[in-house]
């Protein structure tokens, strides 16, 4: 299975649906052989971290639609990237409301850095 994050485009739900989005996923996606680990709701965004076939995507997706359509999917792995860059790139997934995928990249450089650095990545 791969793990894909999935962002929906939000048009009417506020970060206390979060619990409610999840279970209606993972209503939704009973029997397809699909794990939705977590969802998270901005203002731009419903996003959903799962695990699935590659080729079952589409499908996936079908069946999220009555919830929202989508905006993009992501294939999660790890990137390698210097610092500085993944730094950049952490600010604007957050900027953009791409909280998860923010996380990501921090934490990769989290994972890189000294003991008097990763505090402050951390933060």
């Given at each position: 299975?791969?793990?894909f994050m999935l962002h929906l485009k939000n048009t009417r739900f506020v970060p206390e649906?979060?619990?409610h989005l999840l279970a209606k996923a993972r209503q939704v996606c009973v029997g397809t052989n699909t794990v939705i680990r977590d969802s998270r709701v901005s203002?731009?965004?419903?996003?959903f971290d799962?695990?699935?076939?590659?080729s079952k995507l589409d499908e996936l997706v079908s069946h999220l639609n009555p919830i929202a359509p989508l905006d993009h999917a992501k294939h999660?792995?790890?990137e390698h990237m210097e610092k500085e860059d993944a730094i950049k790139?952490?600010?604007?997934?957050?900027?953009?409301?791409?909280?998860?995928?923010?996380?990501?990249?921090l934490e990769g450089v989290w994972k890189k850095c000294y003991e008097g650095e990763r505090d402050l990545v951390q933060g």
């Open positions: 299975m791969d793990r649906d979060s619990g203002s731009k965004y419903v996003e799962v695990s699935i076939d590659k999660v792995v790890e790139l952490g600010i604007s997934y957050f900027n953009d409301e791409r909280f998860w995928e923010c996380h990501e990249v």
